[in-house]
Every structure is written in structure tokens, then in C-alpha cells.
């Protein structure tokens, strides 16, 4: 069953840029805002060492980890090759102008 929850507007999270929705007691959530304002959640941590996927740099639909590079896609959390490994994705939606986590 969804459980959709609004955690901002579409604006406050900057463009190329994320925004961390804290959980207690469960992994943060990084919710991403591309170029063309689709957004996308993962568990911020990267698969590598659990480098901090929010702060990373965003290029199309894929972050690049702030602590050793590698690139993660948002839209299912897959490590780009040759890395590999899986951040958990979290279910979001835009609906006019907010986004919601199903959390
Ligand atoms: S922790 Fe992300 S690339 Fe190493």
C-alpha cells in the first residue's frame, strides 16, 4: 500500500541538486532534481563505502559520489560499469509542483 508523503515543493530542492529527507531510525533519503525537473530517491549512501550521494554532482539522470567518483543511475540506483553495486530507490512523484515520498 502507497503511503505518499509531501516533502517539499519542486523549488526547494535546487536544480542539479538534492535534498536529504531524514528517517528515524532508517537510512536518509536523497531526493534529486535533474536539468529538465524530473526528480528521483535513493538511500544517500553510495554503494561503494556509503559516500553521501546527495552531495554529489548531478548530470543527466545520474549522480556522480562525492568521495570516489563513481556513477550511480538515479532512476534505479545501478552503478554505472564497470563498478558495481545497488543504492536502494525509494518511490517519489511530482504532482503539480510537490513531490511525494512513499514512505
Ligand atoms: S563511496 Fe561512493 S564512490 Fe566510493
Redesign the pocket.
Known amino acids: 500500500m502507497s503511503n505518499w508523503t509531501k516533502i517539499a515543493n519542486l523549488e526547494d530542492i535546487p536544480r542539479l541538486g538534492s535534498r536529504v529527507v531524514k528517517r528515524n531510525g532508517q537510512a536518509d533519503i536523497a531526493v534529486f532534481r535533474t536539468e529538465d525537473d524530473q526528480v528521483f530517491a535513493l538511500h544517500d549512501k553510495?554503494?561503494?563505502?556509503?559516500?553521501p550521494?546527495s552531495q554529489?554532482i548531478v548530470h543527466g539522470h545520474k549522480v556522480t559520489?562525492?568521495?570516489?567518483?563513481?556513477n550511480i543511475q538515479l532512476a534505479d540506483g545501478n552503478a554505472i560499469a564497470p563498478?558495481e553495486g545497488h543504492a536502494p530507490c525509494v518511490a517519489v512523484k511530482l504532482e503539480n509542483g510537490e513531490v511525494f515520498l512513499d514512505v
Open positions: 553510495c554503494p561503494h563505502k556509503n559516500g550521494l554529489g559520489c562525492p568521495l570516489h567518483g563513481w563498478d
